[in-house]
């Protein structure tokens, strides 16, 4: 991961076409170093997760270049590598596993090294269906959901609503949750982990004890599917 972070970290200060065009060739090999981490990280989750080991990496990959369209930021290139391992494809809108190496130095997104399990967008029908299981077996999700999980996971409140929705007392004990409209837990890492040996062995047995949170969000949205 070193000769990955020195290309993010110099991109980031060099930010344009011109640049890119004459560095394309280191480009195009830490993309392969890349490449070669993710297919190594699928094999490792999919030793848990059959959902996980059917993917292929344009299933989960992303490409370097930004939608510059509807941003402020003009900057041509991402400066972060992503890979989401999610059953049936990053497009699925299912819940899975994100990793992510930024150039490092902040926690703050997209600069940060990043693990998350869960996912950023819902239909509504499951949002709906997760409060519902979740107020209704707060204790069982806590216990055997949530307790499961690494430690070092913390439930990410970014984007959350300001209050509890009316259907739900405001006092209650999962009430943040019912805030929530991204259902994701997260960690951050540090340049220490990310360029430590066996990486993907590493942050695969992180991922794991998340499986019984993704497999409970991914069981809302099965079921907001099969309603359409």
């Keep these: 991961m070193k000769e990955i972070l020195e290309f993010l970290r110099t991109l980031a200060q060099n930010n344009n076409k011109e640049w890119f065009n004459a560095n394309k060739a280191w480009y195009q090999e830490v993309q392969k170093k890349w490449y070669a981490f993710c297919e190594e990280l699928i094999t490792e989750v999919g030793k848990y997760d059959a959902d996980i080991a059917k993917l292929t990496l344009r299933d989960c990959t992303y490409r370097i270049y930004r939608d510059t369209r509807f941003s402020k930021d003009k900057t041509p290139y991402k400066t972060h590598f992503g890979v989401f391992l ?4 990053k497009k699925s809108m299912h819940a899975g596993y994100y990793f992510h190496v930024g150039t490092g130095g902040s926690n703050e997104y997209p ?3 990043m693990l998350a399990a869960g996912n950023y967008c819902y239909d509504t029908r499951a949002m709906r269906i997760l409060r519902e299981d979740i107020s209704f077996g707060w204790e069982e999700f806590k216990e055997d959901v949530l307790g499961k999980a690494d430690k070092r996971f913390y439930v990410d409140m970014d984007g959350a609503l300001k209050r509890v929705p009316k259907e739900y007392p405001a006092d209650a004990p999962y009430a943040d949750w019912m805030r929530l409209k991204s259902f994701c837990l997260m960690t951050n890492a540090d340049d220490d982990f990310i360029t430590k040996p066996k990486l993907a ?13 993704i497999d409970y969000v991914n069981r809302a949205v099965d079921y907001a599917q099969e309603e359409d």
């Design 111 to 113: 600069y940060g090294h």
């Design 86 to 89: 999610a059953p049936g494809g």
């Design 201 to 213: 062995q590493r942050v695969a047995q992180m991922f794991e004890t998340t499986k019984p949170f």
